[in-house]
């Protein structure tokens, strides 16, 4: 069965909540696209008034971040069960910019995956080398070593409705996108992987997306790549480009 591709915007630390919904409703009419499955992962305050405002919609929301821990004396974090009662589908595990600012490690990552699955959620697991280990011709080890641990203990029957999101650090951001055929090379490689660490019907029914300055211009050719099943956006998500995307 072929996979359903799905676009999610990354809106990162923008947008307060009259913003927020404000967006939303200047994107509503340009993400019409029953083919793709529509995410807006969005700050925490800004996920209750998000999901009122995409209600009768296409599009579905998706938080950046959670704590893996059910409940207690956590100051400032939020949990799985709070995301789920709060309307929430998505959240997006591991983004470089958590491993890199917040040092979010593989060990504390795995917790997370194992608590949004246990808790309902499908997590956006993300991966992705340094421009350094692009150059020393580590990439794929280093993004299986993080698609490894951060799925110790996830069952094949888990793992097939997570979706894992292809990340080059050195091209977020930065508006150099990595090239189609590097994009497609890794996310096949994550594929390959998935294969070798459960079976091939697991792997094939997982969802890998690119992300990484992804923009109207290179969505088409980027989304069209065999092992390429959507993007995680995040400048162009904020923006009537994400329309454009959405509708490649
Ligand atoms: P970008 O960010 O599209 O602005 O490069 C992507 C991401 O960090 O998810």
């Not at 050195?170 to 890794?186: H, M, N, P, S």
């Not at 690119?210 to 904020?238: H, K, T, W």
Request: aromatic share 6%.
């Amino acid at each position: 069965m072929a996979r359903k591709k799905i676009i999610a915007g990354n809106w990162k630390m923008n947008m307060t909540p009259s913003q927020a919904v404000k967006l939303v409703e200047e994107l509503a009419p340009l993400v019409k696209n029953d083919d793709v499955d529509v995410v807006y992962c969005v700050p925490a305050i800004d996920i209750v008034p998000v999901v009122e405002a995409v209600k009768g919609s296409n599009v579905q929301v998706g938080a950046e971040n959670m704590y893996f821990e059910e409940s207690g004396a956590y100051t400032g974090e939020i949990s799985a069960a709070m995301l789920v009662d709060a309307g929430v589908k998505y959240v997006i595990i591991g983004h470089s910019e958590r491993r890199d600012y917040f040092k979010e490690d593989d060990a504390l990552l795995n917790k997370k995956v194992k608590k949004a699955i246990e808790a309902g959620l499908v997590p956006i697991l993300c991966c992705g080398e340094s421009l350094e280990q692009r150059e020393m011709g580590v990439t794929m080890d280093w993004i299986r070593f993080q698609i490894k641990s951060d799925l110790v203990g996830v069952s094949a029957d888990q793992v097939k409705d997570i979706v894992i999101a292809y990340e080059p650090i050195w091209a977020i951001g930065t508006g150099k996108t990595a090239t189609t055929e590097q994009a497609e090379e890794v996310c096949k490689g994550i594929r390959e992987c998935i294969a070798e660490m459960y079976d091939q019907a697991t792997a094939d029914a997982v969802r890998i997306q690119y992300g990484g300055s992804v923009n109207a211009g290179n969505a088409a050719e980027l989304f069209a790549q065999p092992n390429i099943d959507g993007g995680l956006v995040g400048g162009a998500s904020l923006k009537a480009d994400f329309g454009k995307i959405v509708c490649y």
